[in-house]
């Protein structure tokens, strides 16, 4: 995953909070469509880095921003997310504008399907995970020490 533009087209979801939006992800030279979930109730931009720093520790790689420049990528690998076996790779991103202020994620499985596109059979499962632990995030000093130094 690299850098992305503004959104194609968006994917309502029943709660005004959060909503599924398909995102153009440049790879190489190669530009790919994803889903990506953004969530709008939040304090930062950063709010899914410091989920996933909380549930699963310090990322595995950082990468440009797909937003800002100043909000880069952090990317997780090898992550249990449901129940069973199955291990995810999530990239967390987000931005704060004066137009635009949400913390976004995505979600690929091993074989780096979309596990937000309509077609994946546990998509609502993740995304009810997701929110669920979104709604419930305190604040995490931790993570933001971490982070600065990154």
Same mark, same amino acid.
């Given at each position: 995953?690299?850098?992305?533009?503004?959104?194609?087209?968006?994917?309502?979801?029943?709660?005004?909070?959060?909503?599924?939006?398909?995102?153009?992800?440049?790879?190489?030279?190669?530009?790919?469509i994803l889903n990506e979930l953004r969530f709008y109730r939040i304090s930062s931009a950063v709010n899914f880095m410091?989920?996933?720093?909380?549930?699963?520790?310090?990322?595995?790689?950082?990468?440009?921003?797909?937003?800002?420049?100043?909000?880069?990528?952090? /990317?997780?690998?090898?992550?249990?997310?449901?129940?069973?076996?199955?291990?995810?790779?999530?990239?967390?991103?987000?931005?704060?504008?004066?137009?635009?202020?949400?913390?976004?994620?995505?979600?690929?499985?091993?074989?780096?399907?979309?596990?937000?596109?309509?077609?994946?059979?546990?998509?609502?499962? /993740?995304?009810?995970?997701?929110?669920?632990?979104?709604?419930?995030?305190?604040?995490?000093?931790?993570?933001?020490?971490?982070?600065?130094?990154r």
């Amino acid at each position: 995953m690299c850098s992305c533009q503004t959104s194609l087209q968006k994917v309502r979801t029943a709660n005004p909070e959060f909503e599924v939006v398909q995102v153009p992800i440049v790879n190489q030279n190669d530009t790919i469509i994803l889903n990506e979930l953004r969530f709008y109730r939040i304090s930062s931009a950063v709010n899914f880095m410091q989920l996933f720093y909380d549930e699963y520790g310090k990322w595995d790689l950082v990468i440009d921003g797909r937003y800002q420049s100043n909000v880069p990528q952090l /990317i997780w690998k090898d992550i249990k997310l449901t129940d069973d076996q199955e291990t995810y790779t999530i990239s967390t991103c987000g931005t704060e504008t004066h137009t635009k202020y949400f913390a976004s994620v995505v979600v690929l499985n091993k074989e780096d399907i979309d596990c937000l596109s309509l077609e994946y059979p546990k998509r609502q499962i /993740i995304i009810d995970f997701l929110v669920s632990k979104m709604r419930s995030l305190g604040s995490s000093k931790e993570f933001y020490q971490e982070y600065r130094t990154r």
